[in-house]
């Protein structure tokens, strides 16, 4: 089994930042746009960098979506920041008329999603975004899992013609991805081989599926890790693939049942190949303050409860 | 070629009589707002906008843009457009029908020439119009957006959000307007929402005001140009038409319950002989 180092850790939007300002030198069309949380977003370099092609909206969500989606209908690549919430349960009927209808090329970075927002409270805390972005035809729901992956994401999603939901976090987490390794939209990513449970991870998750899995090893539970860092279009095959060599699946996902990448799924196991599925998530509850480790561990979304939610499904084989 | 005042009452008068006979055959469809629009998009589309139907893309590079934000006026839109030249009359007749290019609401998808972007959810539109022009100030482009609210439209808070980024950002291309004919779907609109004075709000938000009245073509060329006039200015520019929904046949003018319905048969036939038939042919 490959062990994964952590390089150091650091924050998902961070990654994000490093990412726009990339996709801003190789390409004049790229514009940004913040509804007041600039800094959270890590928008700074790239507004420095760029004063002209950034763009201060105010706390307006609403309108920051139209304003890119016209943007975008005269070539321009906008990505609109803020929090998962305010560019997602907020501005919904927007994004799903101006961006997804209307098909417009804008990409929406949504961060400090999930739980690990922590302090804030349930209020901003959305593990509901993957379930209303997925909804949305033609729509495509990037989540990658650290810094490194975020920045690829983030270059995958300024090249990609078309709306583009991508999700990142707050705190700072392990980063272990290989820097140098191109982020493909659609592709599934198989961290580690094994034979007798599948762990399915997006976002943070993923890094404590890895976690999981070595603790499995321990017990000699041999356990594929697969990071969905596309959870649509979803990598069906590769899903398919290792639900048919494991016979039994977990799902792990910082982010509530309805409409999340458990369902999603299971969805396709359903359809293609039945197999045995538990489901590590925020089930359907909204969160609280916090740390965003101790809310991980409180809401069972760390490595002990998916080690835990592998031997469950091992044992309905 | 800009027209007369005597040739832009021709057209409009046909767009009406296209107004009322889509919806007729669609069975479905907003002709109250249609016929309160109908002139100043005439004027608009034939002596103001610079804008070629034969080379139009969706980029709307080295062109004026429209946005059509009370998306429900698709009847005097489609109507405008096909007299313009954007797409064959005769396609009038496929009005909300299944497959149809002309949707009940502007959509992007069916590829109607025209159309720049999707719209029906109100309250979205002056934001798309915003990024438009702000787009254009960036690409030195030096052309207007131009972008037509509804005043019940108008109590959606994100048209006041359009309205604070398009002062900040100092969209004096981007010039706005409103239908201000004073009635909604439920009723007047000082009864539905006491939205009051609008030339004040819009003052009050830093954009140039202009009120002019939205029936009488000197009037509007003369606001059009007056509009015009404030590129450079680092304002935006609201004009304000006064108008009355259902303007043009006296059964349906000044009251909202032509919103959303559509005349019977004989109702029609009363509506099109009011307002005359015109060299230009109905499709």
Redesign the interface.
């Known amino acids: 089994m490959k062990k994964y180092i952590d390089s150091g850790k650091k924050d998902t939007r961070s990654g994000f930042g490093a990412g726009l300002l990339k996709a801003g030198e190789a390409n004049p069309r790229v514009?940004a746009l913040t509804a007041d949380l600039k800094g959270s977003l890590k928008m700074d370099s790239f507004a420095a960098a760029f004063p002209?092609?950034f763009?201060?909206?105010?706390i307006?969500e609403?309108?920051?979506?139209?304003?890119?989606?016209?943007?975008?209908?005269?070539?321009?690549i906008?990505f609109i920041g803020s929090f998962a919430e305010f560019v997602t349960g907020r501005v919904y009927?927007?994004i799903?008329?101006?961006v997804s209808?209307?098909?417009?090329n804008v990409k929406i970075a949504s961060s400090h999603a999930g739980i690990t927002l922590g302090e804030d409270g349930a209020t901003h805390q959305t593990m509901e975004d993957l379930a209303l972005m997925r909804a949305l035809p033609g729509m495509v729901v990037l989540n990658p899992c650290d810094y490194n992956q975020t920045v690829q994401a983030t270059l995958a999603a300024a090249a990609y013609e078309g709306p583009v939901y991508l999700r990142f976090g707050r705190p700072s987490v392990p980063n272990f991805t290989d820097p140098e390794e191109p982020f493909v939209i659609g592709k599934a990513l198989v961290l580690n081989e094994g034979k007798d449970v599948t762990l399915i991870a997006t976002g943070h998750t993923v890094w404590e599926a890895l976690q999981a899995a070595e603790a499995l090893e321990a017990d000699g539970i041999s356990a594929e890790v697969i990071d969905i860092a596309t959870i649509k279009p979803l990598d069906v095959d590769a899903i398919v693939a290792s639900a048919a060599k494991t016979g039994a699946v977990v799902v792990a996902e910082e982010h509530n049942m309805a409409g999340g990448l458990g369902e999603a799924v299971a969805g396709v196991l359903a359809a293609k190949r039945p197999t045995p599925v538990e489901y590590v998530n925020g089930e359907d509850r909204f969160g609280q303050s916090g740390t965003p480790s101790a809310l991980m561990a409180a809401y069972g979304l760390d490595a002990p409860h998916i080690a835990a939610a592998a031997r469950k499904a091992i044992g309905r084989k | 070629m800009a027209k007369t005042i005597q040739e832009l009452q021709t057209v409009a008068t046909q767009v009406r009589r296209d107004i009322l006979r889509m919806v007729c055959k669609a069975s479905s469809g907003h002709p109250g707002g249609s016929m309160s629009s109908t002139d100043i998009l005439t004027a608009l589309y034939f002596n103001e906008m610079k804008q070629d139907p034969a080379t139009w893309t969706r980029d709307g590079k080295g062109q004026d843009m429209f946005i059509l934000s009370a998306g429900h006026m698709t009847p005097v839109y489609y109507s405008v457009l096909a007299r313009a030249g954007y797409f064959p009359v005769s396609e009038l007749a496929t009005f909300r029908q299944m497959g149809s290019r002309l949707q009940g609401h502007p959509s992007i998808r069916k590829g109607l020439p025209g159309i720049f972007q999707a719209s029906g959810s109100l309250g979205q539109g002056l934001s798309a119009a915003a990024g438009l022009a702000a787009a254009k100030i960036l690409d030195g482009d030096d052309n207007f957006v131009w972008c037509l609210c509804g005043d019940g439209e108008s109590e959606e808070g994100q048209i006041w959000e359009a309205g604070m980024f398009a002062v900040f950002h100092k969209l004096d291309n981007l010039i706005a307007m409103t239908d201000w004919n004073g009635k909604q779907i439920d009723g007047p609109v000082e009864e539905v929402s006491g939205e009051g004075d609008l030339a004040a709000k819009w003052e009050a938000w830093g954009w140039r005001v202009i009120v002019a009245d939205g029936h009488d073509f000197e009037a509007i060329l003369k606001a059009y140009e007056l509009a015009k006039a404030g590129k450079g200015g680092g304002k935006p520019t609201m004009i304000l038409w006064q108008t009355e929904m259902g303007h043009g046949v006296d059964f349906m003018a000044g009251t909202h319950k032509w919103h959303g319905s559509v005349p019977k048969p004989e109702q029609l036939e009363d509506a099109l002989k009011q307002l005359g038939e015109t060299p230009l042919g109905d499709f």
Not at chain 1, 55 to 58: L, N, T
Not at chain 1, 101 to 104: A, K
């Open positions: 514009v002209e092609r763009f201060q909206c105010g307006a609403a309108n920051m979506v139209g304003v890119a989606a016209g943007m975008a209908i005269t070539g321009k906008p009927d927007q799903r008329q101006e209808y209307g098909n417009t």
